[in-house]
């Protein structure tokens, strides 16, 4: 059975909320248990707020894991009467930190099968010191992973991204062969040995409208893009475009004709998947020497404490993070990214 470790997130944001939900409509799965790693007195809060009758209980590695309770690792005590929800400070900063590194950790020490992040502020991590654009970039340098790319993940459609956190005036001048194909290769490898796809067939989208319609609108696909599809080809890939931005995630998600679409910069690829995936999404870091995979939403400061967040985006991240481990351990290869 997998142990799956759901990381809290910002203390003061949604993700203990939704954690409570998860473990108060979830059914007994013998594939994988989760386990919390966070705040016992913030969950307990939680459960009161929300009259939930299950409790808090303290989990170390090794241990026996209690039905009908939430196993929950302590790695912080902040004063949960105090707490304002929506209002991070730097002592939550700090302890959402906390409770990646210590999950990284346990993955790494094979106590934990992977983790599932709950959501993070990216304010607060750069209040706290942390220079990370965000969750992905840090799990990157925790793991020594120096390929890694984004997909988001949901059952009609699959987007990977060239480019993530970064102006869109910047997305052009990041855009190269190698970071095209580097995304490709890493998709494929994924969607093989991730997903159990044995034959996965990838699309790529233009960064242009009309994927540049022969270069009026613009020439990355002619000198960037299409070189990389090319070079990918001749490596036994089966990727095909590029193709025009506005009609591809439609063939995708309709028709399943591609098993995911590369995207080339954050919002073409987020937008038609949200459209689709808003609830349920999946955030998955490809290219990481550990599973990782992320509820597909922010901390929602505004709506935290109100009591009407909802889990569906954490309870598809936990049964997928299950999944992923069990496809590597079949193909044994718990690293599928090392050369």
């Known amino acids: 059975m997998n142990i799956i470790g759901i990381t809290m997130g910002c203390p003061a944001g949604i993700g203990p909320e939704i954690i409570v939900r998860y473990f108060k409509q979830r059914t007994p799965d013998s594939r994988f248990t989760p386990i919390v790693l966070g705040d016992p007195g913030i969950l307990q809060r939680c459960c009161n707020e929300l009259e939930c009758s299950l409790l808090p209980s303290l989990w170390q590695p090794g241990l026996d894991i209690p039905e009908r309770a939430i196993p929950v690792l302590s790695l912080s005590q902040l004063p949960s009467d105090t707490l304002e929800w929506g209002k991070p400070t730097l002592n939550t900063a700090k302890a959402m ?19 599932c992040t709950c959501p993070i502020s990216k304010d607060a991590l750069q209040n706290a010191g942390y220079t ?22 949901g059952k009609r459609l699959k987007v990977t991204l060239v480019t993530i956190h970064c ?12 970071a095209v194909l580097k995304l490709i290769r890493i998709t494929n490898l994924s969607l093989k040995n991730d997903f159990g796809i044995a034959s996965p067939r990838i699309a790529v989208a ?12 613009g020439d990355e696909e002619d000198l960037l893009i299409h070189p990389a599809i090319l070079q990918a080809r ?11 931005p506005d009609t591809i995630f439609f063939t ?52 935290a404490g109100k009591g009407i967040a909802r889990c569906d985006s954490l309870t598809e991240a936990v049964q997928l993070a299950s999944e992923i481990s ?11 990214y090392e050369t």
Do not use: W
Not at 206 to 217: D, Q
């Open 97 to 115: 930190v906390s409770y990646i590194e210590k999950g990284v950790e346990l993955v790494q020490n094979s106590q934990l099968d992977a983790i």
């Open 132 to 153: 990370y654009p965000g969750h992905t970039e840090m799990l990157a340098d925790l793991t020594r992973s120096p390929r890694y790319a984004m997909m988001m993940a």
């Open 167 to 178: 102006a869109l005036k910047e997305v052009t001048a990041l855009l190269s062969i190698h």
């Open 206 to 217: 233009g960064v242009n409208p009309h994927a540049g319609e022969n270069r009026l609108f």
């Open 234 to 244: 001749e490596e036994g890939i089966d990727v095909s475009g590029p193709f025009p």
């Open 252 to 303: 995708a998600a309709e028709y399943g004709t591609y098993d995911t679409i590369i995207c080339m910069y954050h919002d073409q690829g987020l937008i038609p998947f949200k459209l689709l995936h808003f609830h349920d999404g999946v955030n998955v870091t490809l290219g990481l020497s550990i599973v990782r995979t992320s509820v597909d939403h922010g901390t929602a400061y505004d709506i």
């Open 326 to 336: 069990s496809n590597r351990k079949k193909r044994l290869c718990n690293n599928i």
